[in-house]
């Protein structure tokens, strides 16, 4: 069977998407999650929580020297609303899911992007998407790895979904 963080660079590739606490406070997660539904993406790992400060920093730790961070890490982390924790599966999911959410800053998202239809600033952008397969391995890990909450499971759409050669 498969790692849980997924095949780069298959049709097993995975990638962590999360809906932060201003996404599910503003009820923007079925749309989220609809999206991803959609375009063809498998649902294989969900969750709904209030991460822990240790959880937040270590999913944001290259950014822990940034003037925000501290922001950053109590926005997500203040229990005001939780966090849905996701992982997708499918071809280009890493790089397509980024391109699904839109610039981080929403004031330079486009329209059609998750961030340029529904937010406005960057320390409210509403969701998050790995950025690289080695950001996908480690978030997916920290955030499901170990504990039995990712499923291996055929979707029926598959063949009328995928066919890349
Ligand atoms: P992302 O991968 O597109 O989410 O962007 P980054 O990895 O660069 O930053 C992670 C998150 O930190 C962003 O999604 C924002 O929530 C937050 N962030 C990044 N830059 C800023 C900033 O300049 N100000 C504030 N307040 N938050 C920021
Ligand atoms: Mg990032």
Known sequence: SIPVYGVPGTAQERTFIAVKPDGVQRGLVSDIIGRFERRGYKLVGLKLLVPSVGLA?????????????????????????PVIGMVWEGPSVIKQGRVMLGATDPKAAGPGTIRGDYCLSIGRNICHGSDSAESAQKEISLW????????????????WVISDN
């Open 57 to 81: 920093k270590e999913h944001y730790a290259d950014l822990s020297s940034k003037p925000f961070f501290a922001g950053l890490v109590d926005y997500m982390t203040n229990g005001k609303a």
């Open 144 to 159: 499901f790895g170990g504990k039995g909450e990712i499923t291996n499971w055929t979707s029926n759409n598959a063949e």
